[in-house]
């Protein structure tokens, strides 16, 4: 057995770095254990998005303090990262309604971000200021003042580079066979340790099947595509349409959304039936992430529908001023999905799974860890005097 640390974190996604990254700055001893060489999954594979807006309950609170967290490690870590706010564009007067709604919604006080008014009302011409949206296409929108923007790829490496920094040990190309209260067991030798995180994602139906099951878990997998697209402006924010105020439960939630759902799917059956949420984001390099579509089963195919890329290539085109696009990068991403927005379990005494069971990990994640790590590491230390968890 290797020696053993305070707390091993299984899996290098954005939720286990959380949970490594609140454990470290309690000043413990932390080893986070990866398959892979590198984060390849839903971490890297994302919009860059960081949508705190649009969530409600659970969501919203780890959020709200998830949103500081990425404030205070671009910072330290040194990746970009853009308090751009977000534009949605409404193309029909029950989305306004729908924004409206959500505007004078109550917000409790543990539910605010610190931006003044959150959700600010556009014109048809406010839009188009902001925005590269094609004349004539919307009626108005909103502008989400305290969403952020960071290209995943970059900022998941710097975060990592900073965990190190701050003596978390890395073993990556280590599987992990088993965990137990104590011990995790793993390809390269067993691990003790006083907290074990599992971080998994959709792979938790790998390692803790059980739980999987008892939550409902299973895949939902996604086509993305990063495209270079010569926009008649910069698209300074990311961009959501009314498909996206369908699916966001902070939105979606609101009586006024089931008139804008039930329009969407009967003018446009095609984009319904590959579950779309429209919405675009744009990187340092002026590249444009176009996205995205939703497929769901404890097993999804890996082959791609050409014919769901070139609906949601054709409809970027309906809906910004914008040339020719030549597709430059395609993939498909895959992420837990259950009925619940969040994964909570302890299995075992000294064991606890976490995880974000929808498309919501990168704006959540790690509010969701330091969350559920302040709960486990401070109820530790109120017992023991000592520093360490052994």
Not at 138 to 160: M, N
Not at 226 to 237: E, F, H, Q, W
Not at 260 to 279: K, S, T, Y
Request: with cysteine.
């Amino acid at each position: 057995m290797s020696r053993g640390f305070d707390v091993t974190v299984v899996g290098s996604g954005i939720v286990g770095l959380g949970a490594a990254y609140a454990a470290a700055k309690r000043g413990l001893s932390v080893v986070v254990v990866d398959r892979t060489s590198e984060p390849i999954g839903a971490s890297i594979r994302n919009f860059g998005h960081l949508c705190f807006t649009p969530q409600t309950g659970d969501a919203r609170r780890y959020g709200v303090l998830a949103r500081e967290l990425w404030l205070q490690l671009a910072t330290d870590a040194g990746f970009w990262l853009r308090e751009t706010g977000t534009v949605v564009v409404a193309r029909h007067d029950d989305e306004l309604a729908l924004l409206d709604a959500a505007r004078r919604s109550p917000l409790g006080e543990a539910d605010r971000l610190p931006v003044g008014e959150e959700i600010r009302m556009l014109d048809a011409a406010e839009v188009a200021d902001r925005t590269p949206v094609r004349h004539g296409v919307a009626a108005g929108g909103a502008f989400l003042a305290a969403d952020l923007q960071t290209d995943p790829r970059s900022a998941v490496a710097a975060i990592i580079r900073r965990l190190q920094s701050m003596g978390v040990e890395f073993r990556m190309r280590t599987a992990v066979g088993r965990v137990r209260s104590g011990v995790v067991e793993t390809s390269r030798g067993d691990i003790a340790t006083g907290l074990v995180v599992v971080a998994v994602n959709h792979d938790i139906d790998q390692l803790l099947p059980d739980a999987a099951e008892e939550n409902a878990v299973e895949r939902c997998a996604l086509d993305m595509l990063r495209v270079d697209a010569p926009l008649a402006r910069p698209l300074g924010a990311p961009l959501l349409t009314g498909w996206s105020l369908i699916r966001y439960r902070g939105f979606a939630g609101l009586p006024e959304a089931s008139a804008v759902r039930q329009r969407l799917h009967g003018e446009r059956p095609d984009l319904a039936a590959i579950d779309l949420n429209q919405m675009f984001t744009q990187l340092p390099d002026g590249s444009l992430l176009v996205g995205d579509t939703h497929w769901r089963g404890v097993t999804v195919s890996p082959f791609q529908s050409e014919a769901a890329v070139n609906l949601m290539l054709a409809e970027a085109e309906r809906l910004l001023d914008i040339g020719p696009l030549r597709v430059r990068e395609r993939w498909q991403g895959v992420y837990a999905a259950a009925p619940d927005e969040f994964l909570v379990e302890r299995p075992q005494p000294g064991v606890l799974a976490i995880a974000a069971t929808t498309g919501i990990g990168m704006t959540t994640g790690l509010g969701l860890a330091e969350h559920h790590l302040a709960l486990e590491l401070d109820a530790v230390s109120a017992r023991t005097p000592s520093k360490g968890l052994r």
